[in-house]
């Protein structure tokens, strides 16, 4: 079982930074991809990033290639948002599963609850 809290989110101005953090619990934690989804409002969600269980393996949405990067380290996933755009803005949600494949579909087994990201112009 893992469960999974993510912080970091707010409100931030065009061009600004922010880090999500998603916290995560459970001693198969380490066993799992990690990955970023968001969902915009009145649209589905979308996949952001994803990275692979020992963090050497990640990909990217190619609207965020450039400006995001997902790491990790023994219990936590980040997600660091550099020059960040109005279309960025979302409910960013941190997702887990053995599977990094069926993660990137948004079919991952665990999921966070969920932080805001407002980004004005």
């Known amino acids: 079982q893992v469960q999974l809290v993510e912080s970091g989110g707010g409100l931030v101005q065009a061009g600004g930074s922010l880090r999500l953090s998603c916290a995560a619990s459970?001693?198969?934690?380490?066993?799992?991809?990690m990955g970023w989804f968001r969902r915009a409002p009145g649209k589905e969600r979308d996949f952001v990033a994803s990275?692979?269980?020992?963090?050497?393996s990640t990909n990217y949405a190619d609207s965020v290639k450039g400006r995001f990067t997902i790491s990790r380290d023994s219990t936590v996933v980040y997600l660091q948002m550099n020059s960040l755009k109005p279309e960025d803005t979302a409910v960013y949600y941190c997702?887990?599963?053995?599977?990094?494949?069926?993660?990137?579909?948004?079919?991952?087994?665990?999921w966070g609850q969920g932080t805001q990201v407002t980004v004005s112009s």
């Open positions: 997702t887990a599963d053995l599977s990094i494949d069926t993660l990137r579909i948004g079919k991952g087994r665990y």
């Open positions: 459970g001693r198969t934690f380490s066993s799992n991809a």
């Open positions: 990275i692979n269980w020992n963090g050497a």
